[in-house]
């Protein structure tokens, strides 16, 4: 993967500063290093996107801390100290000295990726974690080593998943398929309001979605609203290849998708490296959060 750094602290300096020197300096980074979204893009293209980014940002904080008695010009946005990637980006002071902490993703990509423990925490079940404990790994591997077949491996690892399906299914059946309050916290905390830094408590905390170049691009994701319901989970066939955990929320009109993954190819000794789908290696989860409703695919 590229590393946008570079473009990613342009970006959040334009919320803060001077956009047309910051965007002409993003115009001018290799396609590879810049983000997704800024690839494409002519430098007034960029122009235009990190201003309506900015304002739409001060108009949400003119709007929702100062009932518009202020111009959204005058809501001053000031970089943050935190130099972790994941951290919030900039931050508003308020009169009475309380932060307000901001973080924009700029395009729709992935949005993190969680461990297996995080993941038992948010549903309440270490369904997957067991089904895919090392144990049951190392004998994949022996197997695999008798018979490099990877389609074997495959039917053995839809298998174990098919049954941890039924379990999970089974499971939220029983809570009426919704997250409880504590679990809709827990998934709100480490899914959409995680700086990454557990120690940063925000006075308030405002994320942001950049996908296209208009004011109706930009969406804040709301939490502590409503409840999330989690959709039944499709068995692995034919047709269905991956591993998906879709909730929703009807109230404040998010997505999230969690799909169970295998980041890198597993090394065997003396076999060299097989493909990560085998799952032969420790599992992940990569999550997505859509700031609208759609069918889940």
Known sequence: MADVDKC????????????????????????AQKVRLLRDKTEQQIITIL??????????????????????????????????????????????????????????????????????????????????????????????????????????LADVLNVAIDKFNDLNFHKNYTLTSDEQLAMERVIINNSGDNRRQSDHYLKFIVEGTSFRDLKKLPTGLGTWTILKVKKLDATTKRLNVFVINQTTSLQIKYT????NNYQIPGRGKVSAKLGLGAPSWNVWVDAELAEPA
């Open 8 to 31: 990613v602290r342009e970006c959040e300096a334009a919320l803060c500063d001077g956009v047309e020197l910051h965007a002409k300096n993003i115009f001018q980074l290799p396609a």
């Open 51 to 156: 201003k309506n980014c900015k304002q739409a940002i001060q108009i949400q904080i003119a709007t929702e801390f100062y009932s518009n008695k202020i111009a959204f010009g005058d809501v001053k946005l000031e970089k943050s100290s935190n130099d972790n990637r994941d951290g919030a980006d900039v931050f508003h002071k308020l009169p009475n000295g309380k932060i307000i902490d901001v973080e924009v993703k700029f395009g729709a990509e992935t949005n993190k990726a969680i461990g297996m423990a995080q993941f038992t925490q948010i549903f309440g079940s270490n369904i997957f974690t067991e089904a895919l404990n090392p144990s049951q790994r190392r004998e994949w591997i022996e197997l695999y080593k008798q018979n490099p077949d990877s389609e074997a491996q495959l039917k053995r």
């Open 260 to 263: 169970l993954n295998w980041k």
